[in-house]
């Protein structure tokens, strides 16, 4: 996977990328992240990357012309048929809200291009003619988009082979398996008076697939209820739910054990 990320602050970089996961995939070629300093397109002495508003208002507006500039130079190196699958990523608190679905997509692609917007904004013409996704990682507005380019760059990275130990891990995580993640031990089994689970120290594999089923979809009710809605739920889920006061988990039952006669 190949990120390329057009940015004010090319500094914002140096130390997210050079270390834990995203450090060792990268020293091992799995993933490569080029920082593209928009100043080193402009077409002044100052290196003016931002204008006045038309029409007025607060705030300074990033200049078309080196956003551009830099997205066709940065494409350049890869044969015309591939540059249609890179997704050009505007980051933006309008753009649609990053999920775990999204990330799927995103990951799907030989690389991607990151626009960190700043200031007031980016000219409209970045995200009408030269963006092809417009995200936002949530309801709030940030300084700028460095941050959110590093949470979209590990979040897609996880799915690129060899980033993380195991595969299994990526597709058991919170959110990717539909449900938040079953709480998680380990050793000393008695900390403080505070112990683990007998369960899990059974050595029972089905009994401690069921309790680490059952932690998820309790923690899911309690914490994400709206993500029940689309999980894959069996009978012996919805009815363990039922049990918990899910509300319309009946009619849900009912459906199930329905289609089973």
Excluded at 1 to 17: D, Y
Excluded at 114 to 140: K, N, P, Q
Excluded at 171 to 189: A, F, K, V, W
Aim: charged share 20%; aromatic share 6%.
């Amino acid at each position: 996977m190949r990120f390329h990320v057009l940015t004010l602050f090319p500094e914002a970089f140096e130390g997210p990328v050079r270390h834990s996961m995203l450090g060792r995939a990268i020293q091992r070629g799995l993933l490569s992240v080029q920082i593209i300093d928009i100043r080193s397109y402009t077409h002044d002495i100052h290196g003016t990357a931002d204008d006045y508003q038309f029409g007025g208002g607060h705030g300074m507006v990033l200049k078309p012309e080196p956003i551009f500039d830099a997205v066709s130079d940065t494409l350049s190196p890869y044969p015309t048929r591939d540059r249609h699958a890179f997704p050009v990523v505007l980051l933006s608190p309008q753009g649609r809200k990053l999920d775990q679905q999204l990330v799927l997509e995103l990951a799907t692609a030989p690389g991607l291009v990151l626009i960190c917007g700043h200031y007031a904004g980016v000219d409209e013409r970045v995200r009408t003619h030269l963006a092809t996704h417009d995200i936002s990682i949530g309801d709030y507005v940030l300084t700028g988009g460095e941050l959110a380019a590093m949470v979209i760059i590990d979040a897609v990275s996880r799915f690129t082979p060899g980033v993380v130990g195991a595969a299994d891990n990526v597709q058991e995580d919170s959110i990717t398996s539909g449900l938040l993640q079953h709480p998680l031990y380990t050793r000393p089994s008695d900390f403080h008076g505070m112990t683990v689970p007998d369960v899990l120290l059974s050595g029972h594999h089905a009994q401690i697939d069921r309790w680490r089923r059952e932690e998820s979809l309790r923690r899911t009710l309690e914490n994400r209820p709206d993500l029940l809605d689309s999980a894959d739920l069996s009978l012996t889920d919805r009815a363990f739910l039922a049990g918990l006061g899910y509300v319309g988990i009946s009619s849900l039952l009912d459906d199930g054990f329905e289609s089973q006669e």
